[in-house]
């Protein structure tokens, strides 16, 4: 069954149907997959295969379009009628001359879209250029314009239903980054903490299992921690090193995400100085957010705080968080920096992700908020320090 009650969807539809009409267009196909789960429900490991949703301008169901063998999950998991689901042929998948989008594309034809104005996902990481390349001969009187990020507008702006879910979440993360903390020691290989961690992360709380992410546990440890996208490896942890932990808890795909760092030994004066000018950063940030206040507010304020103990960061602060699915947990649409004139809404939910990488070492602290009537929300909550372990 769906994550939601059905209503839950109709809101989503209704609020994304009235931005394809500012846009122009008769119709939207809808393939991220967290996109198509948040407008129908639909949940299930399928998306290294084309699939989409149709979503038209009318006031009427969705359809969806995926392999034959994966019809029966958008039955169990969506809300969408039966007659609103199709299946193509296996021999679609993977083959040499035969491609999927042109089963859709005799969908949207049939449906009356052949000369219609269709919008896709042009830089969604499931839209291929073969995918538009096949619409584009099989639909030659279509008008196709790419609509991308256009249902993540929808998203970033969450339900209170979504809310509770990443409240969730956070009760996972908040047990999981514990669990973390406890794990990185001297001696241990960064494998056996990660298979720990991802344990944590699926098992999640008594009240509430998890899933597994859309990114995997950022174990970033020794001169990994100078670097925000390093890969965990067989190394074991050193003494007198950083270990920089990137997690999240995941329920029915929203994220609630989490950095803290473990420092193994006694950590040097300017390891202390930067976890403290770091957490009075964040402080600074943090006491900006409230409705009407810009994305690119939080970042100068957080700019401004670290510049006077003479630290900089030239990368962005954070990003929209919620639903979705590998290989990324953001919602792709506002970032808290310079230059982002996002005004914020209540429940807005930011992943304020400081991390300061420096030359062979780092420190990493973040945080997930939600923006409030008056305020902000910490959706989770361990303590936020270097962690110290000797």
Known sequence: MAAFPGDEYERRLERTRARMAESGLDVLLVTDPANMNYLTGYDAWSFYVPQ?????????????????????????????????????????????????MQYVAELLADLGYGRGRIGYEGDAY???????????????????????????????????????????????????????????????????????????????????????????????????????????????????????????????RYHCAMSR?????????????????????????????????????VERAWRETIGRRGFSKPSRIGYSIGLNYPPNWADHTASLREGDTTVMEPNMTFHLMLGMWMEGWGFELSDTFRVTESGYELLADVPRQLFVKG
């Open 52 to 100: 989409a949703v149709v979503l038209p301008l009318g006031n009427e169901p969705p359809h969806w379009v995926g392999r034959a063998m994966d019809a029966e999950s958008a039955r169990l998991t969506t809300v969408l009628p039966h007659d609103r689901i199709h299946g193509y042929a296996d021999d679609y998948v993977e083959h040499p001359v035969k491609h999927p």
């Open 126 to 252: 499931s839209f291929t250029a073969r995918n538009l390349q096949v619409l584009a001969r099989e639909l030659p009187e279509a008008r196709l314009q790419d609509a991308y990020l256009l249902v993540n507008w929808v998203r970033t702006v969450k339900s209170p239903r979504e809310i509770e879910v990443m409240r969730q979440a956070a009760r996972i993360v908040e047990r999981v980054m514990r669990v973390a903390i406890e794990t990185v020691e001297v001696g241990r290989r960064e494998c056996d903490a990660a298979a720990v961690i991802s344990e944590a992360q699926i098992r999640g709380t008594e009240e509430f299992g998890g899933q597994v992410p859309a990114n995997p546990p950022a174990i970033l440890s020794g001169d990994n921690a100078g670097t925000p996208h390093a890969a965990w490896s067989d190394r074991p942890f050193l003494p007198d090193t950083a270990t920089c932990l990137e997690l999240s808890g995941c329920r029915h």
């Open 261 to 297: 760092t473990v420092w193994l030994g006694m950590p040097p004066d300017h390891v202390r100085r930067l976890a403290d000018a770091t957490a009075e950063g964040m402080e600074a940030a943090l006491s900006v957010v409230e409705p009407g206040a810009l994305c690119q507010d």
